[in-house]
Nanobody
Framework: VQLQASGGGLVQTGESLKLSCAVS????????IGWFRRPPGDEREGISS????????YYSGSVNGRFTISRDNGKKMVYLQMNALKPEDTAVYYC?????????????????WGQGTQVTVSS
């Protein structure tokens, strides 16, 4: 299983950015793709996930209402639309895959990880 995150960059407060995660090598339909982030000097945080089989989504309180996760099964892509960005959203963002339905934002449930993409929000 391979995941590749892309789409990071430098934006100003209030602007938007869309991250992409390309997924390959995963078999079956019952899995979750999650987005995590690691702010500078802080722990990695699970912020969103989507179930492939029924599109059930999860959002952490810190991004709920501003970020939207979506998927395109045909292209094996998962996206994270980030709106109203704040300086505290600055982090390295990762996508990961889990075969556990309860995965949501729990890092330990994810077995496969992509490399990160840097998002920097200037004030």
């Amino acid at each position: 299983v391979q995941l590749q995150a892309s789409g990071g960059g430098l934006v100003q407060t209030g602007e938007s950015l869309k991250l992409s995660c390309a997924v390959s090598g995963i078999t079956g339909e019952d899995y979750a793709i999650g987005w995590f982030r690691r702010p500078p000097g802080d722990e990695r945080e699970g912020i969103s996930s989507i179930m492939n089989i029924d599109s059930t989504t999860y959002y952490s309180g810190s991004v709920n209402g501003r970020f939207t996760i979506s998927r395109d099964n045909g292209k094996k892509m998962v996206y994270l639309q980030m709106n109203a960005l704040k300086p505290e959203d600055t982090a390295v963002y990762y996508c990961a895959a889990s075969i556990m339905r309860i995965a949501q934002g729990t890092e330990e449930y994810y077995s496969y990880w992509g490399q990160g993409t840097q998002v920097t929000v200037s004030s």
